[in-house]
């Protein structure tokens, strides 16, 4: 692959990267849905948890990028659930 193709796919990475990230919307699509779980319930109970599922964009970014129709499957849960506590506690770490 010559120079031309590496540029070319450096210009593909920079026209698709905004479409990876998810908008306030999706975030609040998947917000509203976690809401209906108990596990999550108990998240926004913490204080801590609270403030950081609120203020932190890569908190918030991940909860944008789960499946929201997978979101009513126990097992997608359950990833989701380990994803984001760990993401949190990472956070917290990071305090």
Known sequence: MGIAGILLDIFNLF?????LKVDEEE???????LKKQDWFQNYLQHEEFR???IHDKDVRQLIGKFNEKKLRLPAYQLKCQRK???M????????
């Open 27 to 33: 975030i609040g699509k998947n917000i509203r849905h």
């Open 88 to 95: 949190i506690i990472k956070k917290l770490e990071e305090v």
């Open 84 to 86: 984001l506590r760990n």
């Open 51 to 53: 403030n950081i599922i």
């Open 15 to 19: 026209v698709y990267l905004p479409f």
